[in-house]
């Protein structure tokens, strides 16, 4: 318990109060769109990534079709795959994956997952698990207070900081990167982003983030390999 509860302090900590900040956001435009307070906690609860939330509550004030919808958030959650399998093996222990491991996953997001990778490998085996479960309910109970909070005062929230509040994630995240990159593909991965992003914003915007980082991603990969 006491590691659960060390995990659970990032939500006190820059990463919690960022997410805090930008769930403000969220619950605003939740609030605008006409959704109701549980309905917008129960999307915060269950999509427990911020693009995902955003792109469902834009499918519905849009009144797109539910397969419509889920297409359009499962394209969101793509990156999280690969970040799910490069935790669950820092979670291992003893050589296999405690039950509690699969409610794990359910707590991957960029934020909880930067820290995991930083952190985890720094604490005895036995720990990491409480410890990243930890930290996952300390985000989410970031992200709900900061929605809850949004959604009441949405009628006081101005549009334009509504805006910058949920521009806050990304920022947050590209500092990150920058500060745990390590090799010159991180790095290279990184540039391409920054380049590639606004190329496929111009020319497919449906799909600009997944296009960015299938090819940014790849081009980096291919270009370390070829060094080594």
């Known amino acids: 318990m006491e590691t659960l509860g060390r995990g659970w302090l990032i939500a006190v900590r820059v990463p919690g109060i960022v997410l805090f900040a930008s769930s403000v956001g969220y619950g605003a435009l939740c609030r605008d769109t006409g959704l109701d307070l549980g309905l917008t906690l129960f999307i915060n609860a269950v999509f427990f990534a911020l693009p995902a939330q955003v792109v469902v509550v834009d499918q519905i004030a849009r009144g797109a079709a539910l397969t419509g919808a889920a297409f359009a958030v499962a394209l969101t959650a793509i990156r999280l795959l690969p970040m799910t399998v490069s935790l669950l093996p820092l979670l291992r222990h003893e050589d296999r994956l405690p039950r509690l491991g699969f409610l794990a996953t359910h707590f991957v ?6 820290d995991g990778i930083m952190r985890l490998p ?38 334009i900081i509504a805006a910058v509040l ?47 980082g299938v090819i940014g991603g790849t081009i980096a990969f291919a270009v370390s390999r070829m060094r080594r």
């Not at 521009?167 to 745990?180: A, K, V």
């Not at 990184?190 to 960015?212: E, K, N, Q, R, S």
């Open 109 to 114: 997001a960029i934020s909880v997952w930067l």
């Open 122 to 159: 720094l604490l005895p085996t036995a720990l990491r698990l409480p410890y990243f479960i930890g930290t996952g309910l300390g985000m989410m109970s970031a992200t709900l207070c900061g929605s809850a909070t949004g959604f009441i005062v949405a009628k006081s929230v101005p549009p």
């Open 166 to 212: 949920l521009f806050m994630p990304p920022s947050f995240f590209l500092l990150s990167l920058i500060g745990t990159a390590r090799i010159r593909a991180d790095w290279l991965a990184i540039g391409l982003g920054a380049i590639l992003g606004p190329v496929f914003y111009t020319l497919a915007p449906g799909v600009d983030l997944l296009l960015t």
